[in-house]
């Protein structure tokens, strides 16, 4: 079976900061990893995605993602934050299966 | 691309009730998914479409819920006899159809139960 466990439900961050979103993976199959946006009353945004290939995964809206297979994690980072970035983050895997098995979500909030 | 389109954006109705959802994916995509998500938890996947055929359905998929792509097209998602935890956001994702393709979602429609 697969699971993501993202470690802070929130993220409170300054303006131009760096942030980084924690995620964590279990699976015994080889997996596909994605990270989603949601801005309140909208649906998921595709942020980026690891499929193969180079660990490092660049984004839309600056954002980045490396794949570590060795600590099972797929960590979200951006190196400089903006107002319009706060939102809810959710870091998804699928596998050998079609469905998306989603984290619990990390809320970002980012104050001027 | 027009997206995923979901109809109606909310619904407000009364426990026991029938509802129905409606969802349009984005044209060229062969593969559709419903998807629950309820207050401050991520969405939790209900089942999906290969065309019209429904390839796989979750547990929480009660006999109360079901869902219909009868062209290949548009989806539908009825729940019977709705119950105060049906309250949830129902949010529908297509894709090109393999595990290693994103899923694009909608908009989502927001039920809540009286």
């Known amino acids: 079976a697969q699971s993501v466990t993202q470690l802070d439900s929130q993220v409170p961050v300054f303006e131009e900061a760096p942030v980084e979103l924690r995620c964590n993976y279990s699976s015994s199959v080889s997996v596909y990893l994605f990270w989603y946006v949601q801005y309140p009353n909208q649906g998921l945004q595709l942020l980026l995605k690891?499929?193969?290939?180079?660990?490092l995964v660049k984004g839309i809206n600056g954002f980045e993602a490396e794949f570590n297979k060795s600590q099972t994690s797929f960590h979200l980072r951006k190196p400089s934050v903006h107002i319009s970035d706060t939102a809810e983050y959710f870091c998804a895997v699928s596998g050998s299966t079609d469905k998306l098995i989603f984290g619990t979500g990390t809320r970002l909030q980012v104050f001027p | 691309d027009t997206g995923v389109s979901q109809n109606p954006r909310h619904k407000i109705t009364k426990r026991g009730q029938n509802v129905t959802f409606r969802c349009d994916p984005i044209s060229e995509h062969n593969r559709l998914y419903w998807y629950r998500q309820t207050l401050g938890q991520g969405p939790e996947f209900l089942t999906y479409f290969q065309n019209e055929a429904q390839l796989e359905k979750s547990r929480l998929l009660s006999d109360r819920f079901s869902a219909e792509r009868p062209k290949g097209s548009f989806s539908t998602l009825e729940i019977q006899r709705t119950e105060q935890g049906d309250s949830a956001m129902y949010l529908c994702?297509?894709?090109?159809?393999?595990?290693?393709?994103?899923?694009?979602f909608g908009d989502g429609t927001r039920l809540s139960i009286l």
């Open positions: 994702a297509s894709s090109l159809g393999s595990p290693n393709q994103p899923q694009h």
């Open positions: 690891y499929l193969s290939g180079s660990t």
